[in-house]
């Protein structure tokens, strides 16, 4: 059974900081890239991030660069969002997902997905 699980998602203040998890099951992470994507309330999914997979390329969409950092640890599964100064307009549900494309600058289909994770930033 294939299955990619969130965590980390929560409450925080504008300016602080979250680290978001997934973990895979089911198959191995090492032929696919993985994106973290995010839908607000009322407003289209956005593409996020993505990592390659071997981790040797990254891609960020412009809201968020120099504000997340993704990463990838292949031997245990895990795919991370560190995410630091945030702003309101962060708040959504954050997903991740698994594309069977090796690389994820460009737009790729995605095959698998988690159950998202909810992020507010609020004061």
């Known amino acids: 059974q294939l299955q990619l699980v969130e965590s980390g998602g929560g409450l925080v203040q504008p300016g602080g900081s979250l680290r978001l998890s997934c973990v895979v099951s089911?198959?191995?992470?090492?032929?696919?890239?993985i994106g973290w994507l995010r839908q607000a309330p009322g407003k289209e999914r956005e593409r996020v991030s993505c990592?390659?997979?071997?981790?040797?390329?990254?891609y960020y969409t412009d809201s968020v660069k120099a504000r997340f950092t993704i990463s990838r640890d292949n031997a245990k599964n895990t795919v991370y969002l560190q995410m630091t100064s945030l702003k309101p307009e962060d708040t959504a549900v954050y997903y991740c997902a698994a594309t069977r494309h090796l690389y994820c600058a460009g737009y790729v289909p995605y095959d698998y997905w988690g159950q998202g994770t909810q992020v507010t930033v609020s004061s």
């Open positions: 089911g198959f191995t992470l090492d032929y696919y890239a």
């Open positions: 990592i390659s997979s071997k981790g040797d390329s990254t």
